[in-house]
């Protein structure tokens, strides 16, 4: 049943790449999404790599669209909470995200220590609108994509990093509240997705 709907993901990826890319890049993808007869476990591997390239490929537009529109969100895979390191692995990816809606923007970080915070979760929102907003690409295809949330009382900075062929991001929240920055690593994925 994985396998089954891994194929289904690739198809609609394909069919996406075809409406935003043209036909080439989705020849490439049914290319590589055929299993040949008699397939060796290096060419399979190759295969494998691939369309795992490919994908790569897909998410790193995706993100790119999320960025361009002002509709995405990071969900937290890792947090680092000041220059400390302290690192927090596997936080709750529902109350631990950047969003970024239009001109409307959320950081939301739960701890989920067992005390409260400002938000009731041991953590902090900032909610309110962006601006600011800077965004640059690098000569390696990495984007960097900077604003401000001003909320009500408080406020933060937002630097995010998305690398090249990846929808991986690194986003280091600088807020006006504390001195210690946050960082948060995630997907970046285009909000109408979620």
């Given at each position: 049943?994985?396998?089954?709907?891994?194929?289904?993901?690739?198809?609609?990826?394909?069919?996406?790449?075809?409406?935003?890319?043209?036909?080439?890049?989705?020849?490439?993808?049914?290319?590589?999404?055929?299993?040949?007869?008699?397939?060796?476990?290096?060419?399979?591997?190759?295969?494998?790599?691939?369309?795992?390239?490919?994908?790569?490929?897909?998410?790193?537009?995706?993100?790119?669209?999320?960025?361009?529109?002002?509709?995405?969100?990071?969900?937290?895979?890792?947090?680092?909470?000041?220059?400390?390191?302290?690192?927090?692995?596997?936080?709750?990816?529902?109350?631990?995200?950047?969003?970024?809606?239009?001109?409307?923007?959320?950081?939301?970080?739960?701890?989920?220590?067992?005390?409260?915070?400002?938000?009731?979760?041991?953590?902090?929102?900032?909610?309110?609108m962006v601006g600011d907003i800077r965004k640059?690409?690098?000569?390696?295809?990495?984007?960097?994509?900077?604003?401000?949330?001003?909320?009500?009382?408080?406020?933060?900075q937002v630097t995010i990093h998305l690398y090249?062929?990846?929808?991986?991001?690194?986003?280091?929240?600088?807020?006006?509240?504390?001195?210690?920055?946050?960082?948060?690593?995630?997907?970046?994925?285009?909000?109408?997705?979620?």
């Amino acid at each position: 049943m994985k396998h089954i709907m891994k194929h289904i993901r690739i198809f609609v990826m394909a069919m996406l790449l075809s409406v935003a890319c043209g036909d080439a890049v989705a020849q490439q993808i049914e290319q590589v999404t055929g299993v040949p007869k008699n397939e060796t476990k290096a060419e399979r591997k190759a295969r494998e790599k691939k369309l795992r390239a490919l994908a790569d490929s897909v998410a790193f537009i995706d993100a790119q669209m999320g960025v361009a529109d002002r509709y995405f969100v990071i969900t937290a895979d890792r947090m680092m909470l000041g220059n400390s390191g302290r690192m927090y692995n596997f936080p709750n990816s529902s109350t631990n995200f950047i969003l970024v809606q239009g001109d409307r923007g959320t950081v939301q970080i739960a701890f989920e220590n067992g005390m409260l915070g400002a938000n009731g979760l041991g953590g902090i929102t900032v909610e309110g609108m962006v601006g600011d907003i800077r965004k640059s690409v690098s000569k390696k295809g990495d984007v960097q994509y900077i604003f401000s949330i001003l909320g009500t009382g408080i406020s933060a900075q937002v630097t995010i990093h998305l690398y090249r062929n990846s929808n991986q991001a690194v986003a280091v929240v600088s807020p006006n509240f504390f001195s210690d920055r946050l960082t948060v690593y995630g997907p970046l994925i285009p909000y109408k997705m979620q």
